[in-house]
């Protein structure tokens, strides 16, 4: 009799288990192909750049996305735009100010789902000295085991924004209305990202 009884709890153990809902995954950066990017006006041309150093956490599960976050730190002395006098430029007071303003952060407080692979991250963004609530244009491309990596999933997300760099003390306008520098930076956050299989 201990034995049956024995055998209903554990069957009925196993049928709970089954139906608690799945966790969603938790993402590292493949950072070989990732990137913080972005591209400024300067007079006629634009000029590309990235932050190299970057680090955050991502869950995320399509089917439930009020459960995913997004919290990125991105170290602000990593930038990088190709010439190395300019990034100087850039990580001063003029701009960034990166002794006194190290990070670039952003923490996401709801993930919503809109319509095909769009999605929208509402959260908060802190660049220097002014924090601002944004909404975060997210396109999720999909997961799959991954072709090179044994035992790893492979998900992609893009995030494409402008935003206003004087709106972030990002410079006190002078190289604008010089028309050297464009206010107006186009931000592109591509990412792909990794979890144990």
């Known amino acids: 009799m201990k034995t049956c009884t024995r055998s209903i709890l554990i069957a009925l153990g196993f049928l709970f288990l089954g139906t ?9 950066f493949d950072k070989a192909h990732s990137g913080f990017r ?10 590309y750049g990235q932050f190299d150093d970057y680090s955050g956490t991502v869950v995320f599960d399509p089917a439930k996305p009020s459960d995913a976050v997004f919290q990125f730190n991105i170290e602000v002395k990593s930038i990088n735009t190709g010439i190395g006098k300019r990034d100087k430029h850039l990580r001063s007071p003029d701009f960034f100010d990166a002794d006194k303003y190290p990070q670039i952060t952003f923490t996401s407080s709801a993930v919503k789902h809109l319509e095909g692979a769009n999605y929208e991250v509402l959260g908060t963004l802190t660049i220097k000295d002014v924090s601002t609530n944004i909404a975060l244009p997210l396109v999720y491309h999909g997961s799959k085991v991954h072709p090179m990596e044994k035992g790893k999933r492979v998900a992609g997300f893009d995030i494409n924004l402008t935003l206003d760099r004087l709106a972030y003390n990002v410079g006190g306008g002078k190289f604008y209305e010089m028309g050297v520098v464009g206010k107006d930076i186009d931000i592109f956050v591509s990412l792909e990202m990794l979890t144990e299989k």
């Open 20 to 28: 608690l809902p799945l966790q969603a995954a938790t993402y590292e």
């Open 38 to 47: 972005f591209g400024v006006q300067h007079i006629y041309s634009t000029v």
